[in-house]
């Protein structure tokens, strides 16, 4: 049992950078995988970056490598998303979620998600 939430959206110029996280509670022991996926108006959920946290191998997704990292904290069950060079076509609702096991690609895997949170970026 794991509730996710996250925070740290806003709107942003192209060329700037935001950092989302991600506050996980409840009981989460076990391996998971946790990712953040983002939605665009009328676009499908789109995985951005996932974290497996047994061996911290992190994947990305081709439009934003080298632009944003990934990165958690065991200790405080958060994970966190830095945004670089952010650029309208970022924009959308970031979501994180959690799934038991290995990482997969697939939104419908994904059991458990927080809200989300909303990011702009003006051009």
């Known amino acids: 049992q794991v509730q996710l939430v996250e925070s740290g959206g806003g709107s942003v110029q192209a060329g700037g950078s935001l950092r989302l996280s991600c506050a996980a509670s409840?009981?989460?022991?076990?391996?998971?995988?946790m990712g953040w996926f983002r939605q665009a108006p009328e676009k499908d959920y789109e995985a951005v970056a996932v974290i497996q946290d047994g061996n911290g191998l992190t994947w990305y997704a081709d439009s934003v490598k080298g632009r944003f990292t990934a990165s958690r904290d065991n200790a405080k069950n958060t994970l966190n998303l830095q945004m670089n060079s952010l650029q309208p076509e970022d924009a959308g609702r970031y979501y994180c979620?959690?799934?038991?096991?290995?990482?997969?690609?697939?939104?419908?895997?994904?059991?458990?998600w927080g809200q989300g949170t909303q990011v702009t970026v003006s051009s």
């Open positions: 409840g009981s989460s022991d076990g391996s998971w995988c």
């Open positions: 979620a959690a799934r038991r096991g290995v990482c997969s690609w697939k939104h419908s895997q994904f059991p458990v």
